[in-house]
T-cell receptor, first 110, second 115 residues
């Protein structure tokens, strides 16, 4: 079974700061997912990546396959970025299902 | 497209009652899944389906049943509710059968309280 660990669990930042959230997994994967859970509870997919880096607006996701590690960066953070960020990786022998990390709760203060 | 819809948004049950959580998607997605989210834990897979007529168990299937008679609908049945099933339930879908290699589309969630 793939183990997915996120750090930190909680993160408080001032508006404008550069933010990094980390994710490590134990089993080699085909794709790693980053998701955002809004304060209201809804979950949206941010990125799916299997190598290198992806960028969408102020969000950047990177992955190092050899080290089994991924990071989510937020540049010029804003209070509207406050949310729980979740990474997920395929479970071993799981027929395509995902194992989710416990999430990182981000709070950006104005 | 409405995307993935779930009903009800919130439900209170008494121990021993049964109910069905509804999930529907209008994107013609093959893969659908049910997760539960509990405080301090990651989303955990309950049941999933890779297509109409095909379902399988996930990590925490006990106490739940599913069926997939159409591509659009994937209801989750609680057979005899227990307080341990108090949770927030999310339905998700992906276009093809390989869920882990595709973008996940989530429903808004159903908050269930079992007394």
């Amino acid at each position: 079974k793939n183990e997915v660990e996120q750090s930190p669990q909680n993160l408080t930042a001032q508006e404008g700061e550069f933010i990094t959230i980390n994710c490590s997994y134990s089993v080699g994967i085909s794709a790693l997912h980053w998701l955002q859970q809004h304060p209201g509870g809804g979950i949206v997919s941010l990125f799916m990546l299997s190598s290198g880096k992806k960028k969408h607006g102020r969000l950047i996701a990177t992955i190092n396959i050899q080290e089994k590690h991924s990071s989510l960066h937020i540049t010029a953070s804003h209070p509207r970025d406050s949310a729980v960020y979740i990474c997920a990786a395929p479970g071993r022998g799981s027929q395509g299902n995902l194992i989710f990390g416990k999430g990182t709760k981000l709070s950006v203060k104005p | 497209n409405a995307g993935v819809t779930q009903t009800p948004k919130f439900q209170v049950l008494k121990t021993g009652q049964s109910m069905t959580l509804q999930c529907a998607q209008d994107m013609n997605h093959e893969y659908m899944s049910w997760y539960r989210q509990d405080p301090g834990m990651g989303l955990r897979l309950i049941h999933y389906s890779v297509g109409a007529g095909i379902t399988d168990q996930g990590e925490v299937p006990n106490g739940y049943n599913v069926s997939r008679s159409t591509t659009e609908d994937f209801p989750l049945r609680l057979l005899s509710a227990a307080p341990s099933q108090t949770s927030v339930y999310f339905c998700a879908s992906t276009p093809r059968g390989t869920g882990h290699q595709e973008t996940q589309y989530f429903g808004p969630g159903t908050r269930l309280l079992v007394l």
